[in-house]
């Protein structure tokens, strides 16, 4: 008899075993269940069921008893289907009493030099185009930061499934999205575990093996002291019996070697390494603002609302067609980064309701309210092909609107590109009031508008090795001498906006440098990136 029992318990350990070695493989299908609870318990009830009336107890036993266990049955099932289908409420009301804004401000001082001027798909041919090795390709685009700037980051990942089972990621490839020109640098140091790898070096079997119940966000390429690292921020959940909660877990991050850390929020923030990286989830930020439609203190208030009455309802807005959608990277004149979500009243309206900010450090939210109707930025794109009607329409594309405060006022930043991607044809702001189109052919003069708020300001620029910089206390203010080769600069804090004062700051000898003036006053300032190997 235990014979028989072992060899039916072996092969049962067996397949149990295969199944937790290849848990990775059915990752989509365990948090379909573990993020809707209700799924699992009416399977229990079902299998329960089942088991029961195999062994005819509804036959044999007393009619009423068996009547009564039916009605049990048949009335726990209709409760879990009622609740299954208010668990996203539940979800989204538990979601926005936690995340929700914690002040509104009128406009947020977005910086003037680290705009989103090259959109993503250009980027992707700027950077596909360079690629020369025969078995190797690019990953999917992702935005990242280098040096304190946000750019384009591009895996270089093997071609074909065959080269993905033997051979190894080359690299990152980086490409500058504050200009219009084709700035890139490419670091080939070999990835021991990456994306589009296959079968055991893959980059999610090597996470969900570290840690499981969790959603992965977008991977992102991270060049720290000479290693490139893989950092992955992840959704977590808070079990809540009946429903569960979205809440930012932690970040992964894997080193070249293909060693996998599992860092806490709190740990995330205290490493150096990341330091003024995007940690918060950028996927959970969509959650956080769909959940602002369940404002109101009870569950089925909120229901009630977006079923009948639409109150305060808004709408996240993505352009269709263009493979970008929100939230968007910006970049504060002090230095921090936000993610950025505009969106919509409910309807068929196509104002501006408010755009979100979410600290991509720590997750804090804010609120940008404004007192008039303004332009949304689906019909900002309308405006600008409306501004340009000898344009062909289609052969190129408007995209990634961004608004962008100009003394205190909303405009919308559209590229216009080839259908291709293969470059920038112009640079539009559409005034979020006025309805003001505004064209740009160079990203100086698009550069200095931000900065004056006014067409065909001249730009100069001076470049070269920094051999000196000095500092000093007058009127109250700092000043700085700035000797770049053989030009020597003289500079005010009073005169630079934060994001300059911070960079001016940051500026060491021997660095290589352009600084860009326009009518005697400093626009920017650029660090050329070091060598990667």
Known sequence: MRKKELGLFLPVLIF?????????WFHGIVMSFYRNPTIIYLFIILAAILIYSSKKRFVEGNTKRNASLGGTFALVILLLIIISVFTGALSNTALYKEYHPTQVSNELELSSSKIRILPKLTAYRYAVDTIEY?????GSSHLTIRDGTPV???????DGAWNAIRLKDKGVLFVDMNTTQARMERIENELQVGPGMQIFDNLEWNLYKKHYLIDLDIPRALYHEGKIYIVIPYISYSFRVFYTVPKWGGVLIVDEEGNVEDLTPEEALKDERLKDFPIFPELLTRKIVHAQNYWKESVLSNVKNLWLHHENQIELIDVSGQGNRQPFLVIANDGREYWMIAVEPYGRAHGLAAIYLINAQTGEMSQVKFETPLTGPVKAIDYVKKALPTFDWSQFMAVEPIPIFLNGELWWRVAIIPGSGSGVAKIAFV?????????FENEDEVRAFLLYGQVGAKIEEISGIVGAIYSYIKDGNTHWILIIDNETLYLSAGQLS?????KVLGLREGDNVTVKMSEGRVVEIEKMWRQGT
């Open 134 to 138: 025969a078995r190797y390709t690019l």
């Open 152 to 158: 384009w980051g591009f895996f270089i990942i093997p």
């Open 498 to 502: 934060d994001e300059l004062i911070l």
């Open 431 to 439: 005034n979020a009031e006025t309805k003001e189109v505004k064209i």
């Open 16 to 24: 149990i075993g295969i199944l937790w070695f290849f848990r990775p």
